[in-house]
């Protein structure tokens, strides 16, 4: 497989493992506004806040932060990358 396919699917798999990661934590977050009912909850990954969860009457609604979405999907494609890089150093070394 040419290099240029492994970056690609490098920095997709880096890029799913992210969203998922946010997902998760976005779940999480609702599932503990909903047991500790506090007003308002920022949810964080690594420290880095990205999403807003605020009580609205009797639920909740949220908004994303952003920009801060797009630097853990950052973060999720460079470790993509450094692990597709791993495996090739550790292949050719079998």
Known sequence: MSKKVKIIIALASGFVFAMLMMSAAIY??????????????????????????????????????????GVVCFVGMIFGIFVEEVVGIIRKKS
């Open 28 to 69: 999480f977050g609702y599932s503990k506004a909903y047991s500790t009912n506090v007003d308002e909850l920022t949810v964080r990954i690594l420290g880095i806040p990205i999403y807003e969860v605020t009580k609205e009457g009797t639920g909740y609604s949220g908004k994303t932060m952003g920009i801060y979405m």
